[in-house]
Nanobody, 121 residues
Framework: QVQLVESGGGLVQAEGSLRLSCAASGSIFSTGDMRWYRQAPGKLRELVAAITLGGTANYADSVKGRFTISRDNAKNTVYLQMNSLRSEDTAVYYC???????????????WGQGTQVTVSS
């Protein structure tokens, strides 16, 4: 069974930092683009950051200069380093990735279960 498992969420004070991790597990042959989304109460899910297999990263304007996405291809893991956190960053953060299973010849899209990040002001 292929799955994404996030960790690292929690409660932090404004201007603090957190590091989220998302590990893909199961019979994975290859990991493609990986992304972090977030969803605040009453709001739509939004893309926060994305990174390609080659390491090219893109960010939402609201987090540029504060968040850094990175990946370890050997571990099929993506990270989100969040600095200078603000109350408006409070949300459930979801990992999303394109994964190819062994014996497969195409990528499928997977979601993690989400991890809560709460920033107190």
């Amino acid at each position: 069974q292929v799955q994404l498992v996030e960790s690292g969420g929690g409660l932090v004070q404004a201007e603090g930092s957190l590091r989220l991790s998302c590990a893909a597990s199961g019979s994975i042959f290859s990991t493609g683009d990986m992304r972090w989304y977030r969803q605040a109460p009453g709001k739509l899910r939004e893309l926060v950051a994305a990174i390609t297999l080659g390491g090219t990263a893109n960010y939402a304007d609201s987090v540029k200069g504060r968040f850094t996405i990175s990946r370890d291809n050997a571990k099929n893991t993506v990270y989100l380093q969040m600095n200078s956190l603000r109350s408006e960053d409070t949300a459930v953060y979801y990992c999303n990735a394109e994964l190819m299973r062994y014996m497969g010849n195409y990528y499928s899209n997977y979601w993690g279960q989400g991890t809560q990040v709460t920033v107190s002001s």
